[in-house]
């Protein structure tokens, strides 16, 4: 790349023959200067699919192309929050989804002409392009039709200019009833969660649906039949404990392998609000077998985490994760056949490949059969501990998956919020000191000039934090003073949420990024991925702030991020669950004190 990068993935993803260069304001001058439509290509290094884009480009013909016909741009999606949302808008309005890796091509004036996701070197399908078709594709068009690309960037600029903006207007009445009946007509009610393939946990839509389950029985019994599901079926791992990341049926059944922090962080912290609800002995041991797991493999010298496994060699996690029934028939002799028919073990392997579909012979532990009660599945753990006890000590031995390098504030901060949550909830006082330890390290490692940085590489701060970092940081600082009572993590509350409405605030709401960060168009969002927003994380610290200080300065800010983006609970509440909780939660303080003003009659 034409900076040497402090992120590893990013660095070897550059590494070869494409002049790749890194987004800034020095390549969008040389592609004005050039008259070259811009290649952005935003990859995950939590995406299989990203790391094998890069055989495609060590193409000759695709690296003649990327030099001398295009800009190349490469960016990690972590890193680049802003680009990230934007590519994902774009791919969305042209192909009506998005995965990693993604491309936008734009012109120099950074107005978007085609968006899309991982492209194989050539493809013999000709509704399903590959990479050398879209550059020959772009590379005609830009030299022989440039009017027609004008004039399509341009609509495609306004529709994503649309897609990024707040969408501001009056919070109209009824949202809780509007929400609900969202989540309750995209719902799945055969297996838990909402959408088909792939399918991921969408934590916060299901903290939604618990806070909405109070008064509707649909919408609880959902929210107990998804967790059901989190926990019977392939997401979570039955030996070690942990969550992979999403699953790529609908079933849940096949999991795309690997564990990562922040995912698991917003998984548990649905578990912990069901046992905030209802004891479980099951659901509290995956929380407590979890915690600990993570700890376990992801902790590093600091105190801080890392992100979690590299997926870039897929065959070890592979080796790592699957079994074989052979394999299991030797470690547990007369009992193999009990064992295998309790967690869906069979001798042609029930995972398949995620990307041909075709059976690997590897098998994920899976209960397949849910038992009819929370008591009945924690004596089915009991019964089978010692299978999996010696299933463990087997895996043990294995190579396990390298850990990324990378070390993110916002998902050890979720992880921080999680465990103080899970002090209350659990008794376990442990916790708090777990969560206080994590938070004092971020506070001086991850803290320059009274800033946050967005990510740590071996001690390097790298990178400027963003509105979700700062929300992540507040939100846990709020928790542990919940926990400890500790008047400091108040006060560090107050402060980084006073730094954050500086940085990021506009037009009511808040921005992804600092105003002059070369975003393709300056980017609010209310949208949820697998933890929430950033506007609605802010919402309800600024609820929580509130409620502990009574300064009304905070509950004025909450509402006008609420107002802000009136449009956009309107229309899908659903979408912007975090928002919308944060927006009902609004509406009920304001309800009772309306209520305590009123005279006693």
């Known amino acids: 790349m034409n900076r040497r990068s402090v992120n590893p993935f990013a660095r070897r993803m550059g590494e070869g023959s494409v002049g790749w260069r890194q987004w800034n304001a020095e390549t969008l001058r040389r592609a004005a200067s050039l008259d ?69 091509f734009m012109t120099p004036e950074k107005k978007p002409i085609f968006a899309c996701s991982y492209l194989p070197k050539q493809s013999e399908i000709p509704e399903s392009p590959g990479l050398l078709e879209v550059l020959r594709r772009i590379k005609w068009l830009w030299l022989m039709k440039r009017p027609q690309i004008d004039e399509a960037s341009a609509s495609y600029g306004a529709q994503l200019e649309e897609a990024l903006s707040p969408y501001t207007a009056p919070l109209e009445e009824g949202l809780e009833a509007r929400a609900a009946g969202q989540l309750l007509a995209e719902m799945d009610l055969q297996n838990g969660g909402w959408g088909t393939a792939p399918k991921f946990p969408q934590a916060p839509k299901l903290l939604l649906c618990s806070y909405l389950g109070r008064k509707s029985e649909k919408l609880r019994v959902h929210f107990d039949r998804s967790l059901a599901a989190l926990f019977r079926e392939g997401l979570y791992d039955h030996l070690d404990a942990g969550f992979h990341d999403y699953c790529c049926d609908r079933e849940w059944q096949i999991p795309y392998l690997g564990k990562h922090l922040a995912q698991n962080a917003a998984v548990l912290e649905v578990f912990i609000e069901a046992l905030r609800e209802a004891p479980s002995p ?82 994920v532990l899976r209960l397949s059969a849910m038992p009819e009660s929370d008591e009945r599945a924690l004596e089915l753990w009991e019964k089978t501990e ?9 895996r043990s031995r294995r190579k396990s998956p390298e850990k990324e390098a990378r070390i993110s504030v916002r998902a050890n901060a979720c992880f921080a919020a999680v465990l103080a949550q899970a002090s209350d909830v659990l008794g376990r006082k442990e916790y708090q000191a777990q969560a206080e330890e994590i938070m004092k390290s971020l506070s001086t490692v991850a803290v320059s000039r009274n800033d946050l940085c967005h990510t740590l590489y071996d001690g390097l701060r790298d990178g400027e934090g963003g509105l979700e970092d700062y929300a992540s940081f507040i939100w846990a600082s709020l928790k542990v ?50 933890l929430p927003s950033g506007n609605g994380m802010m919402v309800n610290n600024l609820l ?53 003003k009123s005279p006693v009659v």
């Open 36 to 104: 070259r439509p811009l290649c952005l290509c935003v990859i995950n290094n939590g995406s299989r699919w990203s790391h094998m884009m890069k055989a495609n480009f060590e193409e000759p013909e695709i690296i003649g192309m990327l030099n001398n016909d295009f800009i190349p741009v490469l960016a990690d999606s972590d890193d680049v929050p802003h680009l990230a949302l934007a590519a994902r808008a774009m791919a969305q309005i042209m192909l009506g989804h998005a995965g990693w890796p993604l491309f936008i």
């Open 282 to 363: 099951s659901y509290r041991r995956v929380v407590e077998d979890s915690v600990a797991l993570l700890r376990r493999t992801l902790s590093e010298e600091n105190g801080l985490l890392c992100s979690g496994d590299d997926v870039r060699d897929m065959g070890a996690v592979d080796r790592y994760y699957l079994w074989s029934k052979d394999e299991i028939d030797g470690l547990l002799h007369e009992g193999s056949d009990a064992f295998c028919r309790v967690y869906g073990v069979t001798p042609e392997g029930n995972y398949s490949d995620p990307l041909t579909q075709k059976k690997t012979g590897g098998n």
């Open 386 to 394: 010692s299978a999996r006890r010696i299933l463990r000590e087997c």
């Open 481 to 530: 003073y919940r926990a400890l009572g500790s008047a400091s993590w108040l006060e560090a509350a107050e402060k980084w949420s006073a730094r954050a409405d500086e940085l990021f605030g506009a037009r009511g709401a808040m921005r992804l990024v600092r105003e002059g960060t070369l975003e393709i168009l300056p980017a609010w969002d209310a949208g949820d991925d697998f």
């Open 544 to 596: 929580e702030l509130y409620r502990v200080t009574a300064d009304e300065r905070w509950l004025t800010r909450a509402r006008s991020i609420v107002d802000a983006f009136g449009g956009a609970l309107n229309e899908y509440p659903a979408a912007c669950a975090s928002l919308t909780l944060g927006a009902l939660r609004l509406k009920e303080l304001f309800r009772r004190k309306a209520a305590h």
